[in-house]
């Protein structure tokens, strides 16, 4: 799996950083979605899929 985010499109919910910390984290100025890993871990991909699914912005995207 290979993740992208699209820091621009984030409107900071943290839904992401909640569900995947392993993969997601927010700025602390502004919140924005920081992505701490492009490639995670096999046991972390469900997370991540959910984290994709749940962001109101939909600034994550995955190819797998």
Avoid: N
């Avoid at 839904?15 to 993969?23: D, G, K, L």
């Avoid at 991909?45 to 962001?55: F, G, I, K, L």
Wanted: glycine letters at 4%; hydrophobic letters at 45%; aromatic letters at 2%.
């Amino acid at each position: 799996m290979k993740v992208e985010v699209d820091v621009p499109k984030c409107v900071a919910s943290g839904q992401c950083a909640m569900i995947a910390p392993e993969a997601f984290d927010q700025r602390d100025e502004d919140g924005m979605v920081v992505l701490l890993d492009e490639t995670p871990a096999p046991e972390v991909h469900e997370a991540v899929r959910e984290s994709a699914m749940v962001c109101p912005a939909a600034a994550i995207h995955l190819a797998e």
